[in-house]
T-cell receptor, first 113, second 112 residues
Framework: GENVEQHPSTLSVQEGDSAVIKCTYS??????FPWYKQELGKRPQLIID?????GEKKDQRIAVTLNKTAKHFSLHITETQPEDSAVYFC????????????FGTGTRLLVSP | DVKVTQSSRYLVKRTGEKVFLECVQD?????MFWYRQDPGLGLRLIYF???????EKGDIPEGYSVSREKKERFSLILESASTNQTSMYLC???????????FGDGTRLSIL
């Protein structure tokens, strides 16, 4: 089955810096890769996703890149702000009827003013 | 906006009790999921359902069962609660045609 590894487990940056979180997956059949942000005490919320037919997707300060050959994908946050502080989870799945996501173990991002 | 509602935010039960966690979604999604979230382990899938009365085991089903009698409702059952089931439980729903999963607020369950 699918296995997703996520690094780093914690990441501290200064406000305005960029942050990069990396994930690798094992199942080459996986074709959908969402990223979730979970603020303290709140539900995980989808912030961006990418499908395997594209290599990069951007939404304002957030971007995701996908390298299918190497089986890894990354979340890039530019011009970080304190409100970006949260735990970020990557996930992977094959987009069939079930859409059974396999999650990484999470990255705690701390943005200091 | 998708709404996934879990019946309790916090729950305290005793070992050996039968515990029910309820989840309701309002988007007519076919797929519903129960996850367990523990520090350093991420979200691990307990069970999921792709239709009424249909269920599939996830990665950690031992000690749990589920029920889906109606499309909008998915229940997680701890048959005989144990202290190692103290955790945060998250319900999610998602459609079949590439729609992303949306999560509820979670239930923090403590087994004493």
């Amino acid at each position: 089955g699918e296995n997703v590894e996520q690094h780093p487990s914690t990441l501290s940056v200064q406000e305005g810096d960029s942050a990069v979180i990396k994930c690798t997956y094992s199942d080459s059949a996986s074709n959908y890769f969402p990223w979730y942000k979970q603020e303290l005490g709140k539900r995980p919320q989808l912030i961006i996703d990418i499908r395997s037919n594209v290599g990069e997707k951007k939404d304002q300060r957030i971007a995701v890149t996908l390298n299918k050959t190497a089986k890894h994908f990354s979340l890039h946050i530019t011009e970080t702000q304190p409100e970006d502080s949260a735990v970020y989870f990557c996930a992977a799945t094959l987009l069939t009827g079930f859409q059974k996501l396999v999650f990484g173990t999470g990255t705690r991002l701390l943005v200091s003013p | 906006d998708v709404k996934v509602t879990q019946s309790s935010r916090y729950l305290v039960k005793r070992t050996g009790e039968k515990v029910f966690l309820e989840c309701v979604q309002d988007m007519d999604h076919e797929n519903m999921f129960w996850y367990r979230q523990d520090p350093g382990l991420g979200l691990r899938l307990i069970y999921f359902s792709y239709d009424v009365k249909m269920k599939e085991k996830g990665d950690i089903p031992e000690g749990y069962s589920v029920s889906r009698e109606k499309k909008e409702r998915f229940s997680l059952i701890l048959e005989s609660a144990s202290t190692n089931q103290t955790s945060m439980y998250l319900c999610a729903s998602g459609g079949k045609r590439g729609q992303p999963q949306h999560f509820g607020d979670g239930t923090r369950l403590s087994i004493l």
